[in-house]
């Protein structure tokens, strides 16, 4: 029988998201990636190069993903509210994706060039891009520059999956209560940061 390449490098790419996300790139064992994988871990040398270089292809994988599922066209670029909505459901259906997120800028801080960097600020310009354009249609106010405003929901949205302790210490009602909860706070929140008057010019 021929040996499935692309299937075993999905089993590694799938146990690595796991591995790397509980543990980062530095605690990250190849060994635990490969036995749950089910693969001999030679095979994580022989397709990725090296441990580091599967956690960019586990990056490029899974913000490839992520980029794809929140155009902020795809809505109401006026309502920034629901689409904070939108990535907190998305970070809570895949908690990994914030979690692999942080351990990138913990792991590489200034002097790498990470993963798919193009391509992602291409992402993060174009929803900066419609923003502005509703910004200049009067749709959102133009107090706040459009890429800080892009820079807040996104962080927002991600912070209760990454820093849960603030949550539990600042908000331990809602760090109770249901996600629903949560990503409505969270939307509410954002509303009002663009809601016309909420800056002060």
Same mark, same amino acid.
């Given at each position: 029988?021929?040996?499935?390449?692309?299937?075993?490098?999905?089993?590694?790419?799938?146990?690595?998201?796991?591995?790397?996300?509980?543990?980062?790139?530095?605690?990250?064992?190849?060994?635990?990636?490969?036995?749950?994988?089910?693969?001999?871990?030679?095979?994580?040398?022989?397709?990725?190069?090296?441990?580091?270089?599967?956690?960019?292809?586990?990056?490029?994988?899974?913000?490839?993903?992520?980029?794809?599922?929140?155009?902020?066209?795809?809505?109401?670029?006026?309502?920034?509210?629901?689409?904070?909505?939108?990535?907190?459901?998305?970070?809570?259906?895949?908690?990994?994706?914030?979690?692999?997120?942080?351990?990138?800028?913990?792991?590489?801080?200034? /002097?790498? =060039?990470? %993963?798919?960097? #193009?391509?992602?600020?291409?992402?993060?310009?174009?929803? $900066? *891009?419609?923003? +502005?354009? @509703?910004?200049?249609?009067?749709?959102?106010?133009?107090?706040?520059?459009?890429?800080?405003?892009?820079?807040?929901?996104?962080?927002?949205?991600?912070?209760?999956?990454?820093?849960?302790?603030?949550?539990?210490?600042?908000?331990?009602?809602?760090?109770? /209560?249901? =996600?629903? %909860?949560?990503? #409505?706070?969270?939307?509410?929140?954002?509303?009002?940061? $663009? *809601?016309?008057? +909420?800056? @002060?010019?």
């Amino acid at each position: 029988m021929a040996w499935d390449t692309a299937r075993t490098k999905q089993l590694l790419l799938d146990a690595a998201v796991v591995e790397f996300a509980e543990f980062g790139p530095a605690g990250a064992r190849v060994a635990r990636i490969a036995q749950r994988a089910g693969v001999n871990k030679e095979r994580i040398y022989q397709y990725f190069g090296s441990k580091e270089a599967l956690f960019i292809a586990v990056l490029d994988a899974e913000l490839q993903r992520f980029a794809a599922a929140l155009p902020m066209d795809a809505g109401d670029p006026g309502d920034l509210g629901a689409y904070a909505a939108q990535v907190f459901d998305y970070h809570h259906r895949n908690p990994h994706v914030a979690r692999l997120l942080a351990w990138e800028g913990l792991h590489h801080q200034d /002097a790498f =060039a990470f %993963a798919s960097e #193009d391509e992602r600020t291409g992402h993060y310009d174009a929803n $900066v *891009a419609v923003l +502005a354009r @509703a910004q200049a249609s009067g749709a959102v106010p133009g107090d706040v520059p459009a890429a800080q405003l892009v820079y807040a929901v996104l962080a927002l949205s991600a912070s209760w999956f990454i820093l849960p302790q603030l949550g539990r210490m600042l908000l331990p009602e809602l760090a109770a /209560a249901q =996600a629903e %909860a949560q990503r #409505d706070a969270l939307a509410a929140l954002i509303a009002r940061l $663009v *809601a016309p008057g +909420a800056v @002060a010019g």
